[in-house]
T-cell receptor, first 112, second 114 residues
Framework: GNSVTQMEGPVTLSEEAFLTINCTYTATGYPSLFWYVQYPGEGLQLLLKATKADDKGSNKGFEATYRKETTSFHLEKGSVQVSDSAVYFCALTTRNFNKFYFGSGTKLNVKP | DAGITQSPRHKVTETGTPVTLRCHQTENHRYMYWYRQDPGHGLRLIHYSYGVKDTDKGEVSDGYSVSRSKTEDFLLTLESATSSQTSVYFC?????????????FGEGSRLTVL
């Protein structure tokens, strides 16, 4: 089956620290991989995506590389800001079914 | 921002009463989804629709039904609400089939069942 596992939070960092949020997946076929972000009181919004192996998605200083050999899609940012405080969700969708599978979310707290 | 409106945004109801949540989109997207979000579980798919009158079950569909009579509207109904259905419900839409599509989310509907 299809599933996504991401590291549990919360993750607390100081401003300008380096961020890594781990995400691994199990999927049939060739999935696309996504990171979504949810700010307090809002719905989720797409942060970045990668549709095939070795692709790197990037946006707003965040990056993630689709690693087929390790079935991973870890989220990284070199220098976090207080405004990055949010919940981050890793997700996948498969070619055939147009269903999206989400991880449980990782809350990030960035302190000034 | 994608034109997705959920209503009501907040609702408190009692066990055993029926509840309908509405999702309205102005994007003319083919696919529509209902998710619930609970602490420790992330987002779980309840039902989804791939066209007018075409719907299918997700992973947590028990106790829920859906209808889609028009492209723009996707209704989620709890026939007899239970306390375990207290949650935040999100509607999402997508245009592309397969593995390149992006989901656009509404702002959520917070339901409390007493």
């Amino acid at each position: 089956g299809n599933s996504v596992t991401q590291m549990e939070g919360p993750v607390t960092l100081s401003e300008e620290a380096f961020l890594t949020i781990n995400c691994t997946y199990t999927a049939t076929g060739y999935p696309s991989l996504f990171w979504y972000v949810q700010y307090p009181g809002e719905g989720l919004q797409l942060l970045l995506k990668a549709t095939k192996a070795d692709d790197k998605g990037s946006n707003k200083g965040f990056e993630a590389t689709y690693r087929k050999e390790t079935t991973s899609f870890h989220l990284e940012k070199g220098s976090v800001q207080v405004s990055d405080s949010a919940v981050y969700f890793c997700a996948l969708t498969t070619r055939n079914f147009n269903k999206f599978y989400f991880g449980s979310g990782t809350k990030l707290n960035v302190k000034p | 921002d994608a034109g997705i409106t959920q209503s009501p945004r907040h609702k408190v109801t009692e066990t055993g009463t029926p509840v309908t949540l509405r999702c309205h989109q102005t994007e003319n997207h083919r696919y529509m989804y209902w998710y619930r979000q609970d602490p420790g579980h992330g987002l779980r798919l309840i039902h989804y629709s791939y066209g007018v009158k075409d719907t299918d079950k997700g992973e947590v569909s028990d106790g829920y039904s859906v209808s889609r009579s028009k492209t723009e509207d996707f209704l989620l109904t709890l026939e007899s609400a239970t306390s375990s259905q207290t949650s935040v419900y999100f509607c999402a839409i997508s245009e592309s089939r397969g593995n390149t599509g992006e989901l656009f989310f509404g702002e959520g509907s917070r339901l409390t069942v007493l």
